[in-house]
């Protein structure tokens, strides 16, 4: 790759940045769509977080996106944002508009909804979805499940009161359960989603019994590291259909290179597999 005065540039914000496969991700819709830019990762202390959005015009970035801690604060300090950024409380990509604005989205909701609806074509949003976890993630899905009209959400998160003020923030038919009741909560669902860390490489276990999960229930865990969490081993031993959490991820990205490259690119298993260092 050779960086000229012409090069399209964007990244992702974060801090810790090495982690992020997003870079992976983009330069090869880049490459692939014979466009000439850059996506490079920058590591900024939340401190700075401020000082590197209001430069991104004056180094003539298109945009960023923006990963932890710096989604919430993001929000903030965009001078516009759309209605998903706002109801979800979270900004995940900006766009530098022809006037040098930063123009806040959040495509977690999109990139959710996008995967689950290409890896289970014969989902319907009738039956309850159970989530659990009560964080920025788990405000995206919920956000996104009510986008598409599921009926009902009952929402499992180690800290109860957590779980209870987001249910009345986002509003809607959102009911906040204890995490001793989740076992229970899975009864008559159709969907389970972990949007919590538990399960990924390095962090404690998910404890979650799938006695009274339907056979037909799908089971989406968005950690993507491993791809294989004790979670969905546990419910494809059961037959349970289950997804993996790398499709959001590559689904979210697909709005915001559009927004800054103008060419809308595929998700295809080729994209998945250089993702994944194949």
């Not at 008559?188 to 962090?203: D, E, P, Q, R, W």
């Amino acid at each position: 790759m050779i960086l000229t005065g012409t090069t399209g540039l964007a990244g992702v914000i974060g801090w810790p940045v090495a982690h992020s496969l997003s870079p992976r991700l983009h330069n090869f819709w880049l490459e692939a769509l014979g466009i000439d830019g850059a996506y490079i990762p920058l590591a900024v202390k939340p401190e700075n977080l401020s000082l590197a959005l209001w430069a991104l015009p004056a180094l003539g970035f298109k945009g960023a996106n923006i990963t932890v801690p710096h989604k919430e604060q993001a929000l903030a300090l965009v001078e516009k944002s759309d209605s998903f950024a706002k109801r979800i409380g979270a900004v995940n990509t900006i766009r530098v508009d022809e006037k040098g604005r930063l123009i806040g989205s959040n495509t977690d909701a999109y990139g959710f909804i996008k995967n689950l609806k290409s890896e289970a074509r014969h989902w319907r949003p009738s039956r309850p979805v159970l989530v659990l976890g009560a964080g920025g993630a788990a405000r995206a899905v919920c956000v996104a499940l009510l986008s598409v009209g599921v009926r009902e959400i009952r929402i499992c998160n180690r800290t109860h009161s957590r779980a209870e003020g987001m249910a009345e923030e986002i509003g809607g038919p959102l009911v906040a359960l204890h995490w001793g009741d989740r076992e229970d909560a899975a009864e008559g669902v159709g969907l389970l989603v972990n949007t919590t860390k538990l399960g990924m490489t390095g962090a404690p276990k998910l404890r979650m019994p799938l006695t009274k999960l339907p056979p037909s229930a799908i089971v989406n865990d968005i950690v993507y590291t491993p791809l294989m969490t004790p979670l969905l081993a546990s419910a494809g031993e059961r037959g349970n259909r289950i997804i993996d959490g790398l499709g959001m991820l590559l689904h979210q990205a697909q709005p915001s290179f559009t927004a800054w490259y103008g060419k809308k690119p595929k998700v295809t298993q080729a994209l998945r597999n250089h993702v994944l260092g194949g």
